[in-house]
């Protein structure tokens, strides 16, 4: 029902575009510039937008879900850890694109976050900023986030697959993060099928999905564009 329902989602918002069903224009049109490089005022411009989709009914019946932002999140639970996984975020991205540019009339570029570029340093990244980004860290055994645009959300989803109202939780690692440093990404480049690349399922009841899976996006193509065309349309798992 849920996969239905994002197909419905997705035909109101995404339509049949070159650049949906093609890596290369995806990435092309989804310029992946990081957050931090931004101007004050498109950082503004973006998180304006979120809140906005934070703002939009719900129209798909979707269990639990009260917004735009949330259905999005609903389509987000279904996927799993298979091969599907990066094509899956892929149209996700795209659909998350569209919305916030036709339902919140955002006219700039989606940002992703160059997470290599702050390995082991996330904590200090300007994306986490109060004002112009997203908050920081969460606080205490919960993980509330207490300040920045979303610090007084509450979300209908999660943890899990459980239907609960709470807050937007973060747990912060500068020790984990260094795993995004290049040498990793490298090694991941050397891959002979992305199968072996599956990132682990991150939570989208966080704003940074967006940021973060833009930048995942941009790895997955930098891979696919080392085999053409045998890599775009790879499929296993």
């Known amino acids: 029902m849920i996969l239905a329902k994002f197909a419905l989602l997705l035909a109101g918002h995404l339509g049949c575009s070159r650049r949906a069903v093609r890596g290369r224009d995806m990435h092309h049109d989804i310029a992946a510039t990081s957050l931090p490089t931004l101007s004050d005022e498109d950082k503004l411009s973006y ?16 269990n639990g879900t009260k917004n735009k932002f949330e259905e999005l999140q609903a389509a987000h639970q279904i996927q799993a850890g298979i091969a599907a996984f990066l094509p899956f975020h892929r149209l996700l ?56 645009p979303f610090a007084e959300y509450t979300n209908s989803l999660g943890p899990g697959y459980w239907i609960t109202d709470h807050c937007i939780t973060r747990f912060m690692s500068n020790n984990a993060s260094s795993s995004a440093a290049q040498e990793f990404l490298d090694v991941c480049y050397k891959k002979e099928t992305f199968v072996d690349m ?20 941009k790895v997955f193509w930098n891979w696919q564009a080392l085999d053409l065309p045998a890599c775009l349309t790879e499929m296993g798992g």
């Open 47 to 62: 998180i304006d937008a979120e809140l906005c989709l934070m703002g939009k009914k719900a129209t798909l019946r979707l």
């Open 93 to 148: 991205m795209h659909a998350h694109d569209n919305l916030i540019r036709e339902e919140c009339g955002y006219e700039g570029t989606q940002p992703c976050w160059d997470e290599s570029r702050e390995a082991g340093d996330f904590t200090t990244s300007d994306v986490f900023d109060p004002v112009l980004g997203f908050g920081g860290d969460g606080v205490g055994d919960t993980g509330c986030i207490v300040d920045g």
């Open 198 to 217: 599956i990132d682990g399922v991150v939570s989208s009841g966080d704003l940074i999905i967006y940021l973060h899976h833009t930048w995942l996006e």
